[in-house]
């Protein structure tokens, strides 16, 4: 028994006197009042503490840096300098970094002769000496070559040297190459050819031959275009850009690669048109690619949406039934057209049977009466309706039934039932425009397309695409004045592309803005 229930069993017995009662009640009352007061003092000091944490938070928050949208290197703060007018004091340098000819010519290794075409060295006399850099046994070589001038002021030409360049033809083309094939920086490339060839080039050196070089293969891009134009099958792709988007055009006789580019109808039609183009064009199932009149959408893209839905829910069948029939139909398909014993009647009369494999699949998978799905029974309503439609419109099996083209090198392939080439062209870009290694300028991407287009063009042309086939194709150029793409383009018959406005204009051209006001 506690002391409370002492008390009350007192107080009923008559045991406590009132005095005593009313000493206990005004004892528990100032005891009561005393933890009133505590309890209050405690409050204040809470809300006290709490005043002070916000105040001391607000000068953190004041304290710390805001961050900036704008650059504030020291650059940045120059350029921002310039733009108020205020310029910047420079200490005029006692001795400029570039060389003299002079003192070019004295480290050459040695000297060269170069006369005028067709004229007698003793009708020339020496017009003026110019030092190269050429690329000879793996390593850069300094020459220097003595230009003759002969006969009505007719000068020799040194081979292989664009304009007056102090660079060979091959050290821009290996440039080219590292940076647009290869994906290195301009800083990574001059130390590659630092390092391997002795050759000591600036960045802005670099950037400069590239330059020249796209001038240089204007007309190759048109006559690429061309051949790409009247190829037999064309695998096109497109994926998002630092600049718009970039564009792959693969073909048997060009590889076109366009940066920079708006991804509409009106850009495919500039480089391939579909009302002119015979040719099979292997896409993915944009609407862009829908008014060619051979198609061939990639198996790829349709079996990928099955498999993810299998993994999405596992425990559907219908999800699993339908990804399990349709890779056996895609499987079907390939062993009919690797199948040699078959005419071209017997591939046509098994495509006609797979058509009516994916038919009995569709219709037996979705049937008119279901109601209407939500999640990830729509995507997979919607997947049975798009392979359903591509049936119908003759463009899964069309590549059973194509003939293998023949690349000029004389390589044979037959025609794919993905795009997946075309993808994997793309992944590069794709992976530089993650990282922001891509160029941002309109010039920058007309470079890289008229480069890269030429370069990758190359490797259908030779058996073996290296440095050193890719420099003797080159050489074979400036020797002959026709590149392997014109050379096929003439003994196809096809009319060169007018030179008044070039193709790369077409596309890259930008209209004038109308004055306002």
Not at 122 to 149: D, F, M, T
Request: charged share 30%; hydrophobic share 40%.
């Amino acid at each position: 028994m506690d002391a409370l229930d002492t008390l009350r069993e007192e107080v009923r017995e008559g045991r406590v006197s009132p005095d005593r009662l009313v000493d206990l009640i005004a004892s528990q009352q100032r005891q009561l009042q005393a933890t009133r007061q505590q309890l209050e003092a405690t409050q204040q000091q809470l809300q006290t503490a709490t005043e002070r944490i916000a105040t001391l938070e607000k000068k953190v928050g004041d304290a710390l840096p805001a961050k900036l949208d704008e650059p504030f290197s020291v650059r940045s703060e120059e350029q921002r300098q310039a733009a108020r007018g205020k310029k910047r004091k420079r200490k005029r340098p006692g001795r400029r970094g570039r060389l003299k000819t002079k003192d070019k010519i004295a480290q050459a290794e040695r000297i060269e002769a170069v006369y005028p075409e067709g004229v007698p060295p003793k009708e020339c006399r020496l017009s003026h000496v110019r030092p190269v850099w050429r690329l000879e046994n793996g390593r850069a070589v300094l020459i220097a070559y003595q230009i003759y001038r002969g006969p009505k002021n007719r000068y020799g030409q040194i081979p292989g040297v664009l304009g007056r360049s102090e660079f060979g033809l091959e050290i821009i083309t290996e440039i080219a190459y590292l940076v647009y094939l290869v994906g290195l920086s301009f800083d990574k490339v001059c130390l590659l050819l630092h390092f391997f060839q002795n050759l000591k080039l600036a960045k802005a050196q670099a950037d400069a031959l590239l330059y020249r070089l796209a001038r240089h293969w204007e007309h190759e891009f048109d006559v690429l275009c061309t051949l790409l134009a009247n190829s037999l099958v064309v695998h096109a792709d497109e994926t998002g850009w630092s600049l718009h988007s970039v564009w792959a055009f693969l073909s048997e006789k060009a590889r076109v690669l366009l940066f920079g580019v708006h991804k509409d109808a009106e850009t495919l039609k500039k480089i391939l048109d579909p009302a002119t183009f015979a040719g099979i064009v292997i896409s993915d199932h944009a609407a862009v690619y829908e008014n060619f009149t051979a198609a061939q959408k990639c198996w790829a893209h349709l079996l990928r949406k099955a498999i993810k839905l299998t993994l999405q829910d596992p425990s559907k069948g219908d999800y699993r039934t339908f990804t399990d029939r349709l890779l056996e139909i895609y499987r079907e398909a390939c062993r009919v057209q690797r199948d040699q014993r078959l005419s071209d009647a017997g591939r046509a009369k098994k495509v006609t049977l797979l058509d009516d494999e994916l038919l009995d699949l569709c219709t037996r998978l979705c049937r008119a009466d279901l109601p209407p799905a939500e999640g990830l029974d729509k995507d997979f309503r919607l997947l049975l309706q798009e392979v359903f439609h591509l049936m119908i419109a003759q463009k899964l099996f069309t590549f059973v039934t194509a003939l293998p083209v023949e690349q000029p090198n004389g390589e044979t392939k037959p025609v794919a039932g993905t795009n997946n080439e075309a993808e994997r062209t793309l992944r590069g870009p794709a992976e530089a425009r993650k990282t922001g290694r891509t160029n941002k300028t309109s010039n920058g991407s007309r470079r890289q397309t008229l480069l890269t287009t030429v370069l990758e063009s190359l490797r259908l042309y030779l058996t073996t695409f290296t440095l050193a086939s890719v420099l003797a194709e080159l050489k074979r150029w400036w020797a002959t004045g026709q590149s392997c793409f014109e050379k096929l383009l003439h003994k196809l018959g096809l009319t060169p592309p007018p030179s008044e406005v070039t193709m790369i204009d077409r596309i890259f051209s930008s209209p004038i803005p109308t004055p306002t006001g």
